[in-house]
């Protein structure tokens, strides 16, 4: 394991204590002590899990318009019979693929009854690029650029961890940021390398943890990166960092599950993932994926009744997250409180064609129907029934939602970044969506009522001697805000009473080079934030 497969963050425990790396005990130069005073998720705990469906899920035959007669017209060969459709929307045209039902949990169709479901339709961006390849590559990088002439080289989440994390390398993390089944994800890269590490099998009971090594920037010798890089691989080669806490973590896990998971790949890697976050593991991000959705040919038998390649792996995708659901409900009643730190999506590089080709499939088209679920996902439809008249120039169906709103979303709804900060990660781009308001109950929609928390973020970070505060006040009352040293010094100051609302505020300091702690007391919380100044 090379120097970018290790990650920056805040804990604690990396801020002080010393690494245990099989029997060599290494300490990262100039900790910030303060870090070891708080819990390595004080700020914010909440994960994420990232489900990527290869292939292009077809969405018409996910969430079926089947009150529309024209869905019949384009799809004589595989589409599938009310009678053998889930029916949860009545004469909206709302219905299930029956794969979507299975497992003795409920599958999907449960988790909608029980509002932990969300259904984004006409999710997909234009124009839309039908290269299994780029199209990826858009969706992961968080970026739409179909120039085949741009690298897409970093990942919306990698840029994410980044951000949040700016001091790496100088400290090391006791857990990885996140952690990648199967291979590693363009999601979790950034411009520092891979901010997670690679599960190899997705039991953990064997081959532990493999990590692809990166090799050092050949000019970079004689430079801090140069020390750095030596420091990191020398203990890396004498042990893997994470197998011994990961497979801890799994163990002591494992024995608290009670869900029913499928043997098939994507019931492992969410019983995996359930495993690690009731064993405590303090990672953020779950990136887990299932092939099989190129479904040009027996996507669906021509009989109507929903049989065929398509049906059984929704089926096996259903399934595996309600039976994780369970298990994190379950863990509720155990006194292990997770159900609502944790919120899950799925993403599918495109959909396909309206209409079915002469193999019982269907070929590449665009927009197509997006899952979120969770506790903290209000529960419904998002979206129209597809337009099934007025396709696009190529015979597509059209976009409704641009994928980027779902990811604006996640980032300030669910990880509570301010905007700005968002818009950074998205690498602000001309055409960037609104949010989706409403797909996160913590966005502000909660049984009819406002829910408002405060936020607080500082550009650019790293800074010189002046930057911007973006605060979010959530109850009228008195705000301090202070830059705190390493060794514990407050300074620069900002107190006095604010009305609930949001501000801009002017910040400037004379400090010297070197990491700080942003912190901010309010009458609903504290909050805080790792910065860099640079003189």
Known sequence: MKRRTFLKSSLASAA?????????MARPASPLKLLAQMSPLDVNDKILILIQLFGGNDGLNTIVPADDPNYYTLRPNIGIQKSSLINRGGPDGFYMNPGLAYGD??????????????????????????????????????????????????GWLGRFLEQQYPNFPAQLPTDPLAINFGGFSLALTSDKGRMGIEVANPSLQAGGLSATGDTMDANATGTRYATEYAFVQDIATRSNAYAGRV???????????????????????MA???????????????????????????????????????????????DAVAQFQYDMLQLDDQGI?????????????????????????TDHGAASVQFVFGTQ????????????????????????????????????????????DAQTVLENQNDLPNSLVGLIKTAGVSAGKTIVQPSLSIYPNPMASSAILSVQVPNEGYTEINMVSMDGRTNAPIA???HAGSYSIPFSTELPSGAYLLVMRTSGGSISKLVEVIK
Not at 118 to 144: E, Q
Not at 341 to 354: A, H, I, K, N, Q
């Open 247 to 269: 497979k801890d973590a799994y163990t002591s896990g494992k024995a608290l599950l009670k869900g029913n998971y499928g043997s098939d790949t994507m019931g492992q890697q």
């Open 16 to 24: 002080l204590t010393p690494v245990v790396l099989g029997n060599v």
């Open 377 to 420: 996902v209000n529960g419904g439809v998002f979206g129209h029934p597809p337009d099934l008249v007025n396709l696009d120039s190529n015979g597509d169906l059209t976009v409704e939602y641009d994928f980027r709103a779902v990811y604006e979303t996640l980032l300030t709804d669910w990880f509570g970044m301010a905007l700005p």
């Open 496 to 498: 006095r009473i604010y």
């Open 337 to 361: 409180k997770v159900s609502d730190r944790v919120l899950g999506f799925t993403v599918s590089e495109f959909g396909r064609r309206p209409h079915d080709n002469n193999s019982n499939g």
């Open 272 to 318: 995996s993932v359930a495993a690690l976050i009731a064993g405590g593991l303090n990672t953020r991000v779950y990136v887990v994926g299932m092939g099989g959705f190129d479904t040009h040919v027996q996507q669906a038998t021509p009989d109507g009744t929903g049989g065929g390649a398509q049906t059984n792996l929704l089926g096996q995708l259903a």
């Open 105 to 154: 949990k409920g599958g999907f169709a449960s988790l909608f009854d029980e509002g932990q479901l969300a259904i984004v339709r006409g999710i997909g961006y234009t124009p839309p690029n039908l290269s299994h390849f780029r199209s990826t590559d858009i969706w992961l990088s968080g970026l739409n650029d179909s120039n085949p002439n741009d690298v897409l080289g970093t």
